[in-house]
Every structure is written in structure tokens, then in C-alpha cells.
């Protein structure tokens, strides 16, 4: 029971670190999520027979990467083409990788706790590139109203990330 609550605890704290670390190599979030709920998988699997590696947290990012390499090589075997330019970023560093994704999934997850309507205007704009006059108009308000939901989740979002920048300094 132990070992399958901690399967479930490196779940609940790295799945969506780990989704963010596989789509910069496949470059498509859906394939992604399967590539990390299969590794997860296999690491409940394996578990089950001795227990978890002493590093989870590592083993499962390597399991996720290799993973994800062997899913890039099946496709550029399946396609016969070059579509899977993403093998360049075997060249990078790893370990900034896991950083650079973690951080991205910490964004991720401050952007779920915004407001429902400042959450949609600031994705609509960022993430979508819409211009404000579009947003303004899809959603039925004003420019104003875009533009002080956008500033607003700029501020909350600035405002949350120097609180965990000062949480990790005091570590």
C-alpha cells in the first residue's frame, strides 16, 4: 500500500512537469499525455516486483525521456521523413530541461487559478495571439474590460511567481 501511495504522490506532483518535458521533444501535448501515463504504468508495474528506485523523481523524467526518443524514432520510421526534428534537443541539457518544465508547469497551474473570465481573455490573448478588439468581441465586452483582465492576470502571475521565488530562497 506504501509503495503504491508513493507512485500516487510522484504522480499527483510530477505528471504535468513531466506532460510539459515530453511535448519539447514530440511537440504535440496529446501523444505526450500518453507517453507519460504509460511510463507511469510501467513504473506501477515494476514496483510491484521490488519496490521503487531510490531516485522516482529521475528514474521516471529518464523513463519519460527515453520514452519519448523511442515514440520520435518509431514515427520517423513510420512517416520515412525528418518531421521529428525534435531529436535536436537530445543535445541539450537535461537537467535544464526538467527545470525549464517544471517552471512551466508551475505556470500552468497559476494560470488554472485565475479568475474563469481573466483565465480565458489572458489565454485568448497569449496563448491564442488574439488582439484585444477580437477577444472584446467573441466574448461581448469591452476593449477596457480585455485590457484590465489582462493586466490583471499579469499582476497576479507576477505576484504569485516572487512568492515562490521567495519560498525557494528561504530553502
Known amino acids: 500500500m506504501q509503495r503504491q501511495m508513493t507512485i500516487e504522490l510522484l504522480f499527483r506532483h510530477n505528471y504535468r512537469a513531466l506532460c510539459m518535458y515530453a511535448v519539447h521533444f514530440l511537440g504535440d501535448i496529446d501523444m ?7 511510463c507511469f504504468v510501467r513504473l506501477a508495474e515494476k514496483s510491484g516486483d521490488g519496490g521503487l528506485p531510490d531516485s522516482p523523481k529521475s528514474y521516471i523524467y529518464r523513463m519519460t525521456r527515453n520514452a519519448c526518443l523511442d515514440a520520435l524514432g518509431r514515427l520517423r520510421h513510420d512517416t520515412g521523413s525528418a518531421a521529428c526534428a525534435n531529436l535536436d534537443i537530445v543535445a541539450d541539457d537535461d537537467t535544464t530541461l526538467q527545470e525549464r518544465s517544471e ?4 505556470l500552468w497551474s497559476e494560470i488554472d487559478k485565475l479568475p474563469t473570465m481573466c483565465r480565458r481573455v489572458f489565454l485568448m490573448s497569449k496563448r491564442d495571439g488574439k488582439r484585444n478588439t477580437d477577444i472584446a468581441l467573441a466574448l461581448g465586452i469591452s476593449i477596457k474590460t480585455v485590457e484590465a483582465h489582462i493586466h490583471k492576470a499579469y499582476t497576479t502571475l507576477r505576484g504569485r511567481a516572487a512568492a515562490i521565488y521567495m519560498m525557494l530562497l528561504s530553502l
Open 32 to 38: 505526450a499525455e500518453d507517453v507519460v501515463m504509460d
Open 103 to 106: 517552471r512551466e508547469a508551475r
